[in-house]
């Protein structure tokens, strides 16, 4: 009989018996090893905790299940071995590496506040059925309002059911992306770049201001 564990995982409670805990340790070690330096590790090692719950979670027959090794080896074959990611460490699973394989990603509808103009509605529903840009909605609902009235409606309607893309992992759902660990932090990474780009223009745009 093997002893178990109980964790939080991206704020859920699991049970995971203590072969795959050590393994789920390593392996999570490893990928904050590799991302120490980056400026977004936190967030990274955020959003990968959560997505690993979200895989768990799917795996697990009932809530009282036990993670298994079985179960750590699916996830890290979906994630990524430390070798997809670029890291130095090998993760070892049960003596031999874990094969990777693609988990395809289902779009899911979110409201996208990195496209906003009023709530991210129409920029979360070009991304969901792959318009390429969001004016093209945008201007199919001020059309349709203007004749009908009704889409401004609908607008609200969505505005309320429809939750926010808050984090890396429902961006990348958000327009079908694989999401693992490599997509996570590259989506992490590139939100920070563009952050520090816009500060940067803020500051510059105040600076010229103040000189005029």
Request: aromatic content about 8%; overall charge negative.
């Amino acid at each position: 009989m093997k002893k178990v564990e109980n964790i939080n995982l991206g704020t859920i409670k699991f049970v995971i018996d203590t072969d795959a805990y050590d393994a789920l340790e390593n392996y999570l070690d490893t990928i904050e090893s590799h991302f120490r330096k980056s400026e977004g590790c936190e967030e990274i090692m955020e959003d990968i905790e959560i997505r690993m719950a979200e895989l768990f979670h799917e795996s697990l027959f009932s809530a009282n299940s036990i993670i298994s090794m079985k179960h750590v080896n699916e996830v890290i074959a979906i994630m990524g071995t430390p070798e997809d990611f670029g890291a130095t460490t090998r993760t070892r699973v049960n003596g031999s590496d874990t094969k990777s394989r693609k988990k395809y990603q289902a779009k899911r509808l979110f409201r996208d506040q990195d496209e906003t103009v009023v709530a991210g509605v129409c920029s979360g529903l070009a991304a969901y059925f792959g318009v390429s840009d969001p004016v093209i909605v945008r201007m199919i609902f001020i059309i349709a309002t203007i004749v009908t009235g009704v889409p401004l409606i609908i607008y609200a309607i969505l505005w309320m059911i429809i939750p926010v893309a808050r984090n890396a992992n429902d961006r990348l759902a958000m327009r079908g992306e694989p999401i693992n660990v490599d997509s996570i932090s590259k989506q992490v990474e590139e939100e920070l770049y563009n952050l520090k780009d816009t500060l940067e223009e803020v500051g510059k745009s105040f600076g010229g201001k103040k000189k005029g």
